[in-house]
């Protein structure tokens, strides 16, 4: 049997009573970091599980899928994903190869940030569609996610970003001699992804009288959801530029621009300095 296994998004006890006594049982064990990240180390990890766990990065998730499956039509193997199997599209493809292979399969929930999002007050089921915002460098500059958040605002719906997240990427100059190198791990921030959005808001006012996001637009700053450290902040687009919410991982909302009363009661308290009833419209 091969299992999918969400861990949860705080720390190593996050994992349900089901998804560990598997854990226990498989001949192998996977754990997959690249697409998040636990807020635990891996010695911590396999201390709590009482077993070695296997390293599965994004080389192997992405282009060794068969190697993780191996053997799992005969013996118990188990891949561990940070937050929800689903919460990334990229573990979708094993469940296809299983079904390929004629390996059963069984996936087991747990929380991910597209749920535990509503921690901040915003009611689920007002969130239009995720975007995922980018790292831009000198030759890339994609802004295609700023015109989901606008359809979002367009419709007063809220906008989850997911920011991105750099781990084992390899250096331009080792793809070009064919020797991987690769570059430190990188996660951006709240403030990044502001200021790049402020950026795209600027070039939209220049181009069409931009009106759907400002620099004074609300927006919703989350860092480490789940964890013991976790901190939300609530400010605008051009505060959060400013805002340091620490370590990693971080995640940016933009609200609708009508929101509910419970809802700006809710945030009204992560917000310092700004009275939310004067912006709420």
Known sequence: MFYLIGLGLGDIKDITVKGLEIVKQCSRVYLEMYTSILGCSL????EFYGRP????????VEQGADEILAGAGESDVALL????PFGATTHTDFILRAKEKNIPYKVIH???IMNAIGCCGLQLYKFGETVSIPYWDETWKPDSFYDKIKLNRLHNMHTLCLLDIK??????ESLMRKRKEYMPPRFMSVAEAAQQLLTIV???DALERNTVLNEQSLCVGLARVGQDTQQIVVTTLHGMRATDLGGPLHSLIIPAKE???????FLQQYAANIKLDDYNH
Request: proline letters at 9%.
């Open 43 to 46: 010695e911590d990890m396999q």
């Open 167 to 172: 781990v084992k990427e390899p250096t331009p």
């Open 81 to 84: 994903v940070v937050g929800d």
């Open 259 to 265: 929101m509910h009363p419970l809802e700006v009661e």
């Open 110 to 112: 747990n929380a991910s």
């Open 202 to 204: 600027e070039k939209k």
């Open 53 to 60: 766990l296997l390293l599965a990065d994004r080389d192997l």
